[in-house]
């Protein structure tokens, strides 16, 4: 059975496939929280200034708008070389983990952003306005209802953009971003070894399956049903 | 005291302009139960809206205890809202708060930081609405009437002078609607407070407030004491709602009351003299037969009131026609 095993994946350094573990990881962690820091508040101000809510703003709603959808229109992988003087500009180097953050930020924020308006857009305005009956301020209204009864939607909104964010990272392997999709387009792809392919495929597969049910989880848990 | 003053609103949507309050003179006494009652599209919410400027006023001006609510700015408008409570239909509870939570909410808002302070106070007003076990609930959990009553507890947290509800019953089956209004009648007793409720129901009229207004078109048609505007409706929209309340078409009755002999008349009793034996003294004095077509006994809020449809036969009519009319009743000639 082992030896079975070890002839089917001969070519798989098992202590490579980790440290490319650990980097997706990393990356996407990394991505992840840095996309939630810019997308929700720019999704809360998309939000706000679009039609017939608080902040009502045609102009800068047009703007926002228009921004994030330059941004969701481009193919990650232009993105991806397009972004490279400005990625070594804020970390030194457009290589590893560090290097591949920037583009896949600016690649997930924006959909997040949009993804989060629309969890915001879902929250009844009846509560809304029962909160300004209340004396609310607008901060008050954002962080005391608005946000609370978008949490559901967040997180969903969370979960999808961790999953593209997944796959993101291993086109971010082109520019030599390490992590599983790097090792699955150089052993794989390039030198045919399609165990070492089928390795990286499973356990991006795993990941992403324990992504959505954790996400699936949390979101049934904050829905308070 | 709530004061309208000329106030008016025109909702302008998409470069069209919609007048949904013609220029309104009202007076809504503090204490008082006041019902605001029209067809849908009537104006209702949007003059209900107007008192806590949760619509801003086209023109007109608006005063609360003398105080013009037109002219705060934001900062004095977030702070008299912090003194008027507001129930809803769907009662706008957060989904994502416990009940406690949602009755917290207000004093959060606030302002007020103790614990202690907010538990306390979270927890008799919980009582005071029968929910002191449900707590630690998410609104999902409860039924609509539970629900309406978080929105009652709710409203009441920061003690306000005046509870506006829209329509805080259309949403809930006749029993669950008795109890919430019998709640809202008692609150308004024991705290003295001011409320302004608007319903399409007559009956929601009937059970709690002391005066009503009738809405049609963006305007105020008729106003007073609700014993007098519903026993003796004078608009035309008034006397519609009376008769779909009595499930009844005047112009059917008519015909039924075709082959029915002698005078038709309505007698409406109220307060004491509803129970008082005055038909029959009359027909024994007067030797006056009668026979009731329809009727009812019923309360408006506190005050008995009855309303009879008699057909009267033989003996001394005229003088069983000054016996009535001189008697604590209103009598009406319908034939
Ligand atoms: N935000 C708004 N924008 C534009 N028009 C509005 C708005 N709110 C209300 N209206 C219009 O104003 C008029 C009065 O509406 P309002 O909601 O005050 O009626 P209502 O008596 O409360 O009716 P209902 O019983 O259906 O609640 C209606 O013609 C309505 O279409
Ligand atoms: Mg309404």
Same mark, same amino acid.
């Given at each position: 059975?082992?030896a079975?095993?070890?002839?089917?994946l001969g070519?798989?350094?098992?202590?490579e496939?980790? =440290?490319?573990?650990?980097?997706?990881?990393?990356?996407?962690?990394?991505?992840?929280?840095?996309?939630i820091?810019?997308?929700l508040? =720019?999704?809360?101000?998309?939000?706000?200034?679009?039609?017939?809510?608080?902040f009502?703003?045609?102009?800068?709603?047009?703007?926002?708008?228009?921004?994030?959808?330059?941004?969701?229109? =481009?193919?990650?992988?232009?993105?991806?070389?397009?972004?490279?003087?400005?990625t070594?500009l804020?970390?030194?180097?457009s290589?590893?983990?560090?290097?591949?953050?920037?583009p896949?930020?600016?690649?997930?924020?924006p959909?997040?952003?949009?993804?989060?308006e629309?969890a915001?857009?879902?929250?009844?305005?009846?509560?809304?306005?029962?909160?300004?009956?209340?004396?609310?301020t607008?901060?008050?209204?954002?962080?005391?209802?608005l946000?609370?009864?978008?949490?559901?939607?967040?997180i969903?909104?969370?979960?999808?953009?961790?999953?593209? =964010?997944?796959?993101y990272?291993?086109?971010?392997?082109?520019v030599?971003?390490?992590?599983?999709?790097d090792?699955?387009?150089?052993?794989?792809?390039?030198?045919?070894?399609?165990?070492?392919?089928?390795?990286?495929v499973?356990?991006?597969?795993?990941?992403?399956?324990?992504?959505?049910?954790?996400?699936?989880?949390l979101?049934?848990?904050?829905?308070?049903? | 005291m709530?004061?309208?003053?000329?106030?008016?609103?025109?909702?302008?949507?998409?470069?069209?302009?919609?007048?949904?309050?013609? #220029?309104? !003179?009202? /007076?809504?006494?503090s204490?008082?139960?006041?019902?605001?009652?029209?067809?849908?599209?009537?104006?209702k919410?949007?003059?209900?809206?107007?008192?806590?400027?949760?619509e801003?006023?086209?023109?007109?001006?608006?005063?609360?205890?003398?105080?013009?609510?037109?002219a705060?700015?934001?900062?004095?408008? $977030?702070?008299?809202r912090? $003194?008027?409570?507001?129930?809803?239909?769907?009662?706008?509870?957060?989904?994502?708060?416990?009940?406690?939570?949602?009755?917290?909410?207000?004093?959060?808002?606030?302002?007020?930081?103790? $614990?202690?302070?907010?538990?306390?106070?979270?927890?008799?007003?919980?009582?005071?609405?029968?929910?002191?076990?449900?707590?630690?609930?998410?609104?999902?959990?409860?039924s609509?009437? !539970?629900?309406?009553?978080?929105?009652?507890?709710?409203? &009441?947290?920061?003690?306000?002078?005046?509870?506006? %509800?829209?329509?805080?019953?259309s949403?809930?089956? #006749?029993?669950?609607?008795a109890?919430v209004?019998?709640?809202?009648?008692?609150?308004?007793? /024991?705290?003295?407070?001011?409320?302004?409720?608007?319903?399409?129901?007559m009956?929601?009229?009937?059970?709690? %407030?002391?005066?009503?207004a009738v809405m049609?078109?963006?305007?105020?048609?008729?106003?007073?004491?609700?014993?007098e505007v519903?026993?003796?409706p004078?608009?035309?929209?008034?006397?519609?709602?009376?008769?779909?309340? /009595?499930?009844?078409?005047?112009?059917?009755?008519h015909?039924?009351?075709?082959h029915?002999?002698?005078?038709?008349?309505?007698?409406?009793?109220?307060?004491?003299?509803?129970?008082?034996?005055?038909?029959?003294t009359?027909?024994? /004095?007067?030797?006056?037969?009668?026979?009731? &077509?329809?009727?009812?006994?019923?309360?408006?809020?506190?005050?008995?009131?009855?309303?009879?449809?008699?057909?009267?036969?033989?003996g001394?009519?005229?003088?069983?026609?000054t016996?009535?009319?001189?008697?604590?009743?209103?009598?009406e000639? &319908?034939?």
């Amino acid at each position: 059975m082992e030896a079975l095993f070890s002839s089917l994946l001969g070519n798989v350094d098992w202590y490579e496939i980790w =440290l490319a573990t650990l980097d997706t990881l990393l990356m996407l962690g990394g991505s992840l929280l840095f996309t939630i820091i810019l997308g929700l508040p =720019l999704g809360v101000l998309l939000f706000l200034s679009g039609p017939r809510q608080l902040f009502e703003n045609g102009p800068l709603y047009a703007a926002l708008s228009f921004v994030v959808n330059v941004l969701r229109s =481009l193919p990650f992988i232009i993105l991806l070389i397009v972004m490279i003087p400005f990625t070594v500009l804020i970390t030194g180097t457009s290589l590893g983990v560090a290097g591949a953050i920037p583009p896949l930020v600016v690649g997930a924020a924006p959909f997040f952003a949009r993804l989060v308006e629309t969890a915001l857009r879902e929250v009844d305005r009846g509560i809304i306005e029962a909160t300004q009956a209340m004396g609310a301020t607008t901060r008050q209204i954002i962080f005391s209802a608005l946000l609370p009864e978008a949490r559901p939607g967040i997180i969903a909104a969370i979960t999808v953009t961790a999953i593209t =964010l997944v796959s993101y990272t291993a086109m971010a392997g082109v520019v030599g971003a390490g992590g599983l999709g790097d090792l699955a387009i150089r052993f794989g792809y390039q030198r045919f070894q399609t165990d070492v392919m089928v390795v990286t495929v499973v356990l991006l597969l795993v990941l992403v399956q324990v992504l959505q049910s954790v996400g699936d989880r949390l979101v049934t848990h904050f829905s308070r049903k | 005291m709530i004061e309208f003053h000329q106030v008016h609103k025109t909702y302008r949507t998409g470069g069209r302009d919609v007048p949904a309050l013609q #220029p309104t !003179q009202l /007076e809504i006494a503090s204490g008082e139960v006041f019902g605001l009652i029209g067809h849908s599209g009537a104006g209702k919410s949007t003059l209900l809206r107007l008192i806590n400027r949760l619509e801003e006023p086209s023109g007109g001006r608006i005063l609360v205890n003398g105080e013009d609510v037109t002219a705060l700015d934001a900062d004095g408008l $977030r702070r008299f809202r912090q $003194r008027v409570g507001m129930i809803f239909q769907h009662f706008n509870l957060l989904m994502s708060k416990t009940v406690a939570d949602n009755v917290a909410m207000p004093l959060r808002l606030a302002g007020i930081r103790s $614990r202690s302070e907010i538990d306390a106070r979270v927890a008799a007003l919980l009582d005071r609405v029968g929910l002191k076990d449900h707590a630690r609930k998410y609104p999902a959990q409860l039924s609509g009437g !539970q629900k309406q009553r978080v929105g009652i507890a709710r409203a &009441l947290a920061t003690e306000p002078s005046i509870l506006l %509800c829209d329509e805080a019953t259309s949403a809930l089956d #006749p029993q669950t609607t008795a109890s919430v209004l019998q709640l809202l009648a008692e609150i308004n007793r /024991e705290l003295k407070l001011t409320i302004v409720l608007i319903t399409h129901e007559m009956d929601v009229i009937r059970r709690v %407030c002391d005066r009503v207004a009738v809405m049609d078109a963006g305007a105020i048609v008729e106003q007073g004491p609700v014993t007098e505007v519903f026993l003796h409706p004078k608009h035309p929209t008034t006397q519609r709602f009376v008769l779909e309340d /009595e499930a009844m078409d005047e112009s059917e009755m008519h015909d039924d009351f075709a082959h029915v002999p002698g005078r038709i008349l309505r007698l409406t009793f109220q307060g004491d003299s509803t129970y008082k034996p005055l038909l029959g003294t009359v027909a024994r /004095e007067t030797g006056v037969d009668y026979s009731i &077509l329809s009727g009812r006994i019923d309360r408006i809020k506190d005050t008995p009131y009855g309303q009879l449809t008699l057909a009267l036969i033989g003996g001394d009519m005229a003088a069983a026609m000054t016996r009535l009319q001189a008697a604590d009743v209103h009598v009406e000639v &319908l034939r």
